[in-house]
């Protein structure tokens, strides 16, 4: 086998995979698919200056999405052990989900190695660091504010862990 067609045959293969995930995500509903270009021209290449948070999953930016609206796109670690049928399942879960208290997924990505998943953006920084003071945020809240928006966050999280079938947050060893 020479090299020009074990590179052809490597990136057939590749490109295979990738249809049958995409063709997967088709028959979900309320799922937008999104080309890893097209997320990275929505964040000017994954900037830091678009950078709004990072956690043990990955890190989340804010962008502006072909149809003018501003999405918060989680791009997932590459370290994640999460497979694309874990990855595709979740999707699947999350994107019949609708709580007053959670934010709405618009879409993902699934492309080569890319896992990111695209949510509706929230302005006002973090709720944490809203609450808890110390962020960028000029907002104050009253204690009785602030206990009725953690009943709301403890309404989202009861939702999620317990109302939502096939769970979609399974427990954390």
């Not at 997320?39 to 678009?50: E, V």
């Not at 007053?100 to 973090?126: P, W």
């Not at 504010?145 to 999280?157: D, F, M, N, Q, S």
Request: hydrophobic residues 35%; contains cysteine; charged residues 20%.
């Amino acid at each position: 086998m020479t090299c020009f067609s074990f590179l052809c045959n490597r990136r057939l293969k590749s490109a295979t995979k990738h249809a049958a995930e995409l063709d997967e995500l088709s028959g979900f509903n309320n799922v937008n698919i999104y080309s890893y270009k097209e997320l990275r021209i929505a964040t000017n290449g994954f900037s830091d200056i678009n950078k709004i948070g990072e956690g043990g999953f990955g890190s989340v930016y804010k962008g502006k999405l072909r149809n003018g609206k501003m999405a918060a796109i989680k791009v997932l670690s590459s370290e994640s052990r999460q497979g694309v049928k874990e990855f595709l399942t979740e999707i699947q879960v999350i994107s019949e989900i609708e709580h007053e208290n959670l934010v709405k997924l618009y879409g993902c990505c699934v492309e080569a190695n890319h896992r990111i998943l695209v949510y509706n953006y929230l302005e006002n920084n973090s709720l944490a660091q809203t609450l808890l003071g110390g962020g960028h945020s000029s907002i104050q809240f009253s204690w009785p504010t602030r206990v009725k928006i953690c009943i709301g966050v403890a309404r989202g999280l009861a939702y999620l862990h317990v109302d939502v079938r096939p769970h979609c947050c399974p427990p954390r060893y």
